[in-house]
């Protein structure tokens, strides 16, 4: 997609001292356009709010990474690719500054193989799409918070709760957090996903930046 820009600013700061990205979730396969009213894209958005709730206090940039196309597709691995590309972008804005990913399902996927960037500090997977065999050596020395609901039944909290042990054994400092009652969606419970959303991310920025 010519002149695609992967970096969409929700909240600027200047200076930033921080940054904290959203990754929506998508499709296994899906090469349609990736459009902001489709709902992956707007189950993001009370996330958005919270965090920015959380963080208002200054300094924290706040953003979206805009995919090209809807689907992860195979090896193409294109949010991934998106993500990488925002990265690079808000590098170009901002400086160098840790960066905070916060991505559900597939896009928990994209931030968790986008932390191998040296400015990521930190990640939250939201209900993560976790492959068996996902790779987790570029998590060494990050911050990696899983949230899963128990009733999830389209993305599997078992292999998300694998892949955070597997990440502790390659040197991330990894935990999960089950949301007793949750759906993939994130609606039943939503206020407990909301909050606690928020105060993990601020938290991560805390260990960043030394203050939340």
């Known amino acids: 997609m010519t002149g695609h820009t992967a970096l969409v600013t929700r909240r600027s700061a200047a200076p930033a001292r921080a940054a904290v990205l959203f990754l929506h979730g998508g499709a296994e396969v899906g090469r349609g356009v990736s459009r902001p009213w489709q709902l992956a894209a707007v189950r993001m958005r009370p996330f958005v709010r919270s965090v920015a709730t959380a963080t208002a206090d200054g300094g924290v940039f706040l953003g979206e990474v805009r995919y090209r196309l809807r ?17 690079d972008e808000l590098a170009r804005l901002a400086g160098d500054i840790p960066v905070v990913l916060v991505g559900h399902s597939m896009g928990g996927r994209a931030a968790l193989r986008a932390a191998s960037a040296p400015q990521v500090s930190g990640v939250l997977a939201l209900a993560p799409w976790c492959p068996d065999g996902e790779p987790v050596e570029q998590l060494r020395g990050k911050d990696v918070v899983v949230l ?20 502790r054994t390659a040197g991330a400092r990894a935990e999960m957090t089950w ?13 407990r996903w909301h909050r606690a959303a928020a105060s993990v991310v601020a938290g991560l920025l805390s260990s960043s930046t030394g203050a939340a």
Do not use: F
């Open 71 to 87: 689907g992860w597709n195979g090896e193409n691995a294109d949010p991934l690719r998106d993500a990488l590309a925002a990265l």
């Open 179 to 191: 949301v007793p009652g949750g759906d993939h969606a994130m609606l039943r419970r939503r206020g």
């Open 148 to 167: 899963h609901g128990d009733r999830d039944r389209i993305t599997d909290p078992q292999s998300s709760a694998a892949l955070v042990e597997r990440a």
